[in-house]
C-alpha cells in the first residue's frame, strides 16, 4: 500500500523532471553536490559531466515538437441548451433527447412560451465565410454556433451570458436564459440525475484511451500536414452531451476550437470516437491553411484533365478529413484500418479511402501536404466514382442557385433543395444576370421564371471547367419543387 504522504510514482517522477529543466533547482542541485564533495575533486568532475547533459536537455525540449491539449468535458449548460434545441426541433438537438421530454410532464404554459421563443431564435442568422479565402476554403462560423460553444465553455450562466453578448442583444440572451431555466427540471429528471453516474465512467475511459493512445500527438502531426505547425499548440475543447445507453451512435460538429458531440453513455468505441475528433479537428486546420497552399491546390485541380476536376476540388475538404481522421488516426490507434464504412455518405466514403494511402505516407513520414500530393485527388475521384456525372448526389450536393428572382423567392427555392437533396453547401446569386457563371466549385442551377420556352424544361450545358450548368424557366414560384424531382431524374438517366 502506497504511503499517503509521498505523491504518486507518476507525480513524483514529474517532479523530478521539471527539477531537471528548472534552472534554478538544476544549479541548486550542482551546488548540493559540490557541498558534498567539496573535498573530493575526482568526484567533483564526474559530477559536472553527469549533469552536463541536463544541462542542455532544456534546449532538446524546446526544440520537441508540441502537441495540443484535449479537454473532454460534460458541460451542464450544453446539456441544457442540447435538451432545450431538442425541443425544438430544429436540427441541431437530438431525437433520442426530444423523447425523454416527449415522455415526460407537459411543460407547464409559462415553460411553453419560454421555450417557444427560443425555438424562434434565427439559428441562421449572421452565418460567413472567411471573406479573406476563396468560398469553400474559409470557416464558417454563425453567432448561433458561437452560442453552442460558449455553453460548452462557460463555466456558469452568467459567464455563458458575458460570452454571447458580442452576438445577442439583452432581450435576446433573456431569451436563452429563460429557456435554460425552463428546461432545467426536465434536464435534471431525465439526463443529469439517471445519467450522471455512467456518463463520467464513459467520458473517463475516453480521457484515458486519448492518453494511451497519445491523441495529442495525433493532432500534432495532423497540424504539420496541413503545413500549420503553430497549430499544435493550441488546445482544443471536447464537450460531450450524454444521452442514455442504447441511444446508437455518436455524433460529432465543430466550431472554432470546440468540438461539439452527442455521446451514448454506454458508448465504448473510443477508437471511433477519438478518430472522429482528428477528423473534426482537420476541418478546421483545412479553413485555416496558409493561403499559398490553397492557392497550390486550387492549381491542382483547375489544371487536372478530369472532367471532374471541379467536383473533385468540391469534396476534398471532407474526403481529406475522413482519410486523415477516419483512417490514417483510426489505423495508428487500432493497428488496423476500419471495417465499417468510413463516412456514412458513400462519395465521402469512396474518395477518402481512394487517397488514403498517399495520405498514410505522407502523414507517418510527418510531411505537409504538396503539389505532388495534390496532383492526384482528381485522378483518385474519377477512379472511385466512375459515374460522378450522371449521380445526383456527386452533382447537386454543392449547389450555386443563380436567378433573377427576388430573394424572397429563392430563398423557398433553398428550402426545396434542402428538403429533397442531399445539399451541403448551397450559395445564392440573385439579380444576375443570364450569362453570369460563379466561379465556386459547385454545379449551377439557373432558374428563372416566366418569358419563353417550354416551362419546366430542364437544360444543360458545360462549363469550360466541366461543372454542369442547368437551366429551367418556370411558369411561376410553385412550380419549382416538381422541377427539382423531375432534375433529380434526368440527371440518374442521362436524359438531355
Known amino acids: 500500500m502506497r504511503n499517503p504522504s509521498m505523491p504518486s510514482c507518476r507525480a513524483y517522477r514529474t517532479e523530478r523532471v521539471n527539477a531537471l529543466f528548472n534552472p534554478v533547482r538544476r544549479f541548486r542541485a550542482f551546488a548540493h553536490l559540490l557541498r558534498f564533495n567539496r573535498l573530493d575533486p575526482p568526484r567533483m568532475l564526474r559530477a559536472a559531466f553527469l549533469l552536463l547533459p541536463l544541462a542542455l536537455s532544456p534546449v532538446a525540449v524546446a526544440n520537441a515538437p508540441s502537441a495540443p ?50 425555438c424562434g431564435i434565427d439559428r441562421w442568422r449572421g452565418f460567413t465565410s472567411a471573406q479573406d479565402r476563396p468560398r469553400g476554403y474559409g470557416r464558417r462560423t454563425s453567432p448561433w454556433w458561437r452560442l453552442q460553444d460558449a455553453a460548452v465553455l462557460a463555466s456558469d450562466p452568467d459567464a455563458f451570458a458575458r460570452r454571447i453578448a458580442v452576438d445577442y442583444n439583452e432581450g435576446e440572451r433573456r431569451i436563452v436564459l429563460d429557456a435554460l431555466a425552463a428546461i432545467e427540471p426536465y434536464y435534471i429528471a431525465g439526463v443529469e440525475r439517471p445519467l450522471a453516474s455512467p456518463a463520467a ?54 466550431n472554432g476550437h470546440v468540438i461539439r458531440s452527442f455521446m451514448p453513455v454506454d458508448c465504448r468505441d473510443y477508437t471511433g470516437y477519438a478518430s472522429v475528433m482528428v477528423h473534426e479537428v482537420a476541418h478546421v486546420l483545412f479553413g485555416e491553411q496558409p493561403l499559398a497552399q490553397v492557392d497550390l491546390m486550387r492549381a491542382a485541380f483547375r489544371n487536372a484533365p478530369s472532367p471532374n476536376r471541379r467536383y473533385a476540388e468540391a469534396w476534398i475538404n471532407e474526403a481529406l478529413a475522413t482519410a486523415v481522421g477516419n483512417g490514417w488516426a483510426y489505423r495508428r490507434m487500432a493497428g488496423h484500418d476500419d471495417p465499417a464504412p468510413w463516412y456514412d455518405e458513400p462519395v465521402i466514403d469512396a474518395y477518402a479511402r481512394s487517397i488514403a494511402p498517399r495520405i498514410y505516407a505522407y502523414l507517418d513520414a510527418e510531411a505537409p501536404l504538396d503539389a505532388a500530393l495534390m496532383d492526384g485527388w482528381a485522378a483518385e475521384f474519377d477512379r472511385a466514382l466512375p459515374d460522378a456525372r450522371r449521380n445526383p448526389d456527386v452533382l447537386l450536393s454543392h449547389l450555386v442557385l ?95
Open 69 to 118: 491539449s484535449l479537454d473532454i468535458k460534460i458541460s451542464r449548460l450544453q446539456g441544457l441548451l442540447d435538451l432545450a434545441s431538442s425541443y425544438c426541433d430544429t436540427g441541431d438537438g437530438s431525437p433520442v433527447l426530444r423523447r425523454i421530454l416527449v415522455e415526460a410532464a407537459a411543460p407547464a404554459p409559462e415553460e411553453t412560451v419560454r421555450l417557444r421563443r427560443f
Open 201 to 254: 465512467a464513459m467520458a473517463e475511459g475516453l480521457r484515458e484511451h486519448v492518453r494511451r493512445h497519445r491523441v495529442e500527438a495525433l493532432l500534432a502531426s495532423v497540424a504539420r500536414f496541413y503545413g500549420m505547425p503553430a497549430a499544435a499548440d493550441v488546445p482544443w475543447v471536447v464537450g460531450m452531451s450524454p444521452l442514455p445507453a442504447g441511444s446508437g451512435s455518436f455524433s460529432a460538429t465543430v
Open 402 to 496: 443563380a436567378t433573377s428572382a427576388t430573394r424572397e423567392v429563392a430563398g423557398g427555392w433553398q428550402r426545396s433543395l434542402r428538403a429533397r437533396t442531399q445539399v451541403r453547401a448551397l450559395s445564392l446569386v440573385t439579380e444576375a444576370p443570364e450569362d453570369h457563371v460563379p466561379d465556386e466549385a459547385a454545379t449551377i442551377l439557373r432558374v428563372e421564371i416566366g418569358g419563353d420556352g417550354a416551362p419546366g424544361t430542364w437544360a444543360r450545358e458545360e462549363a469550360v471547367d466541366g461543372r454542369w450548368i442547368f437551366r429551367v424557366r418556370l411558369r411561376d414560384a410553385d412550380a419549382f419543387p416538381a422541377a427539382l424531382d423531375a432534375l433529380v431524374a434526368a440527371i440518374r438517366a442521362d436524359t438531355w
